[in-house]
C-alpha cells in the first residue's frame, strides 16, 4: 500500500473517531433539555486536539516503519492529493455557507459551531474516501 | 462510489521488462523517478501517466512510445 494511502485511511479513521468521540461526550451531557444548551466548546476543542495529534503521531509511525523509501512522493500521489482536496474542499464551502446562514438567521453558536465542524468532518473523510478509491480503483487524470 | 473511467490505453510494460533481463518494478520505478505502486498502477491499467511520463518510459526500454502504449481503435 502506497503511503499516501495509508495516510488518507489515517485522516478518515482519525476524523471519524475525533467526531464520534465528540457526539459521545456532548449527548452524554445532555440533561434532555434543550440541546443548544448542552456544553460543548470543552469537548470539541479537546477532540480536535486529540485528533490533530492522532494524526501526527499515526503518520510518523507509518514513515519510520515503511520499507525504505516509502516516503517518496510521485506526480500520481500529487494528482490524487489535488482530486481529493477538491472533493474535501466542497464540504468546507458547504460548511460555511450553512454557518452563514445560521448566524444571519439567528441560530445558537451551538448550532453554527457544530455546522462548521461537521464541515471539516465531512471534508476529511469524503475527500480521504476519494483518494483511498483513486489509490484501490485507479485513477485517470484527465 | 462511482467506478472511474476505465482507459482505453493499454501498454506492454511487463513484456517489455521481461525483455530487458527481467527488470523490476522497483527498478523501473527508479530509473523513472516514480514510487513502485505507481508503475504497478500503469502496469494494470489502473493509472494513465502523463505524456512525459511516458517518454520516460519507452526511453528507458529504448524503443517507440508506441510500442510501449497502444490506444485500439473503437468498435464501430
Same mark, same amino acid.
Given at each position: 500500500m502506497a503511503i499516501e494511502e495509508k495516510r488518507a485511511w489515517i485522516m478518515a479513521v482519525v476524523a471519524v473517531a475525533g467526531y464520534a468521540s465528540y457526539l459521545l461526550l456532548v449527548l452524554g451531557r445532555w440533561d434532555g433539555g434543550a440541546l443548544a444548551e448542552a456544553r460543548y466548546a470543552d469537548a470539541l476543542l479537546w477532540t480536535v486536539g486529540a485528533a490533530v495529534v492522532a494524526a501526527i +503521531?499515526?503518520?510518523? @509511525?507509518?514513515?519510520?516503519? &515503511?520499507? #525504505? !523509501?516509502?516516503?517518496?512522493?510521485?506526480?500520481?500521489?500529487?494528482? /490524487?492529493?489535488?482530486?481529493?482536496?477538491?472533493? $474535501?474542499? +466542497?464540504? *468546507?464551502? /458547504? !460548511? +460555511?455557507?450553512?454557518?452563514? @446562514?445560521? +448566524?444571519? $438567521? &439567528?441560530?445558537?453558536?451551538?448550532?453554527?459551531?457544530? *455546522?462548521?465542524? @461537521?464541515?471539516?468532518? @465531512?471534508?476529511?473523510?469524503?475527500?480521504?474516501?476519494?483518494?483511498?478509491?483513486?489509490?484501490?480503483? $485507479?485513477?485517470? #487524470?484527465? | 462510489m462511482v467506478k472511474p473511467k476505465p482507459t482505453r490505453v493499454t501498454n506492454q510494460i511487463r513484456t517489455l521488462r521481461f525483455a530487458e533481463d527481467e527488470m523490476t518494478q522497483a527498478r523501473l520505478a527508479e530509473l523513472i523517478g516514480v514510487t513502485r505502486q505507481t508503475v504497478i498502477a500503469i502496469e494494470q491499467g489502473r493509472y494513465s501517466p502523463s505524456l512525459e511520463m511516458a517518454f520516460q518510459i519507452a526511453r528507458v526500454f529504448r524503443v517507440g512510445l508506441e510500442d510501449v502504449f497502444q490506444y485500439p481503435e473503437e468498435a464501430p
Open positions: +503521531a499515526l503518520n510518523i @509511525l507509518v514513515a519510520v516503519t &515503511g520499507e #525504505p !523509501g516509502s516516503t517518496l512522493r510521485d506526480q500520481r500521489d500529487r494528482e /490524487i492529493e489535488r482530486f481529493g482536496d477538491h472533493v $474535501g474542499n +466542497a464540504f *468546507v464551502v /458547504i !460548511g +460555511a455557507l450553512a454557518a452563514l @446562514l445560521m +448566524a444571519l $438567521g &439567528g441560530l445558537a453558536h451551538f448550532w453554527i459551531a457544530n *455546522v462548521i465542524y @461537521l464541515g471539516f468532518v @465531512l471534508s476529511a473523510v469524503l475527500g480521504s474516501a476519494a483518494r483511498i478509491a483513486a489509490y484501490r480503483e $485507479g485513477f485517470q #487524470p484527465w | -
